[in-house]
């Protein structure tokens, strides 16, 4: 069997970008009352991106498997209340 490649890493798109370094200034803003820059918005979303992405992404993957094995099981459950009795 093959190994799958990995991600390298969790990539945004430049509007999600924004939008997230929106809520940063809006969060810095609203919650510590202290306005924070450009730089520090693009840094902390950085930091972000490299340590806290690949853990909910594969919190995520967790989740869906998790999910899909219980799918699973009431596939199987299903599939046989589709026998027939035979006589």
Same mark, same amino acid.
């Given at each position: @069997?093959?190994?799958?490649?990995? =991600?390298?890493? =969790?990539? #945004?798109?430049?509007? $999600?970008? %924004?939008? !997230?370094?929106? %809520?940063?200034? +809006?969060?810095? !803003?609203?919650?510590? *009352? %202290?306005?924070? *820059? @450009? =730089? %520090?918005? @693009? $840094? ?8 806290? +992405?690949?853990? =909910? /992404? &594969?919190? +995520? #993957? ?6 899909? *094995? $219980? @799918?699973?099981? &009431?596939?199987?459950?299903? /599939?046989?209340? !589709?026998?027939?009795?035979? &006589?």
């Amino acid at each position: @069997m093959r190994k799958r490649q990995s =991600i390298s890493q =969790i990539k #945004l798109s430049d509007v $999600q970008k %924004e939008k !997230l370094n929106d %809520e940063i200034k +809006a969060f810095y !803003l609203d919650v510590r *009352g %202290e306005e924070i *820059g @450009m =730089i %520090e918005q @693009m $840094q902390l979303l950085e930091l972000f991106e490299e340590k806290l +992405a690949p853990i =909910i /992404y &594969n919190k +995520a #993957l967790d989740d869906a498997k998790r999910w899909f *094995g $219980q @799918m699973m099981e &009431n596939l199987e459950s299903d /599939y046989y209340t !589709l026998y027939k009795e035979e &006589n």
